[in-house]
Nanobody
Framework: QVQLVESGGGLVQAGGSLRLSCAAS????????MGWFRQTPGKEREFVAT????????YYRNSVKGRFTISIDNAKNTVYLQMNSLKPEDTAVYYC??????????????????WGQGTQVTVSS
């Protein structure tokens, strides 16, 4: 089993920054990639960013490219999402996820095996 614990959410004004953290524990040795997703009420969970555990390859949602950066600290089993130039439309609950196996559909939440509890990010205008 794997446990994922997010932290770092909060309320910020538009243009501000936040850094989310996701600490992984348990059987993390078979991790292929880590990802961040977000969800607003009444909408499906959407892909934000992903990073491969071993080589650090990253992919981003188009609307966050140039503003968000995903990174990983393998020694701490922690993945980060640095969010700059935040916009009100970034408001959502952000979830960390872990994928154990290689797959092409890194943006599909069904590809991921474990999820954190979520952390709220609210961006005021």
């Amino acid at each position: 089993q794997v446990q994922l614990v997010e932290s770092g959410g909060g309320l910020v004004q538009a243009g501000g920054s936040l850094r989310l953290s996701c600490a992984a524990s348990g059987r993390t040795f078979s991790t292929y990639r880590m990802g961040w997703f977000r969800q607003t009420p009444g909408k499906e969970r959407e892909f934000v960013a992903t990073i491969s555990w071993s080589c650090g390859n990253t992919y981003y949602r188009n609307s966050v490219k140039g503003r968000f950066t995903i990174s990983i600290d393998n020694a701490k089993n922690t993945v980060y999402l640095q969010m700059n130039s935040l916009k009100p439309e970034d408001t959502a609950v952000y979830y960390c996820a872990l994928d154990r196996l290689y797959g092409l559909r890194y943006g599909d939440p069904n590809e991921y095996d474990y999820w954190g509890q979520g952390t709220q990010v609210t961006v005021s205008s």
